[in-house]
């Protein structure tokens, strides 16, 4: 008898609270994800917001800081060759302001990156700590 593949911890783009988030984390843990948590400053710019992105997952020398290359960066993680992934944005609220570009952007990428991963059969979350009412609320399971 095969034993039974665990449950993948999440997949898509949800808001949550930063005990679900923990939570959630410790889950992802335990499966061997790679869990990443970004912490979004105050008033974040696409320059920050890259930069955290790349620090956070390890992102190779050729990111080119820019939208279409988080995108493919998200779509690739190659250099990271993990059996799933958990990623946390923490300060969402403060870092980008009510109807922000940038913000719908980042929703719009996070969520493509989400769909390809899903095609794939890798779990690919990302947890948006006190998100938008825009972004789903995160499933009860």
Known sequence: MTPAQPKPVLAGVFRCSAEQASALKREAEAQRYLTASIDL???VTPATLFEG???ALRFPEWFGANWDALADCL???SW???SGYLITL???GRAFP???ADAE???GVLEDACAYWQDEGTPF????EDGPAALAELPTR
Do not use: C, I, K, N
């Open 41 to 43: 400053p105050s008033q």
């Open 53 to 55: 992105f790349a620090s």
């Open 75 to 77: 779509t690739d993680l």
């Open 80 to 82: 990271l060759d993990e």
């Open 90 to 92: 923490r300060g969402y």
């Open 98 to 100: 009510a109807g922000s």
């Open 105 to 107: 952007m980042l929703q």
């Open 125 to 128: 979350g990302v947890l948006v």
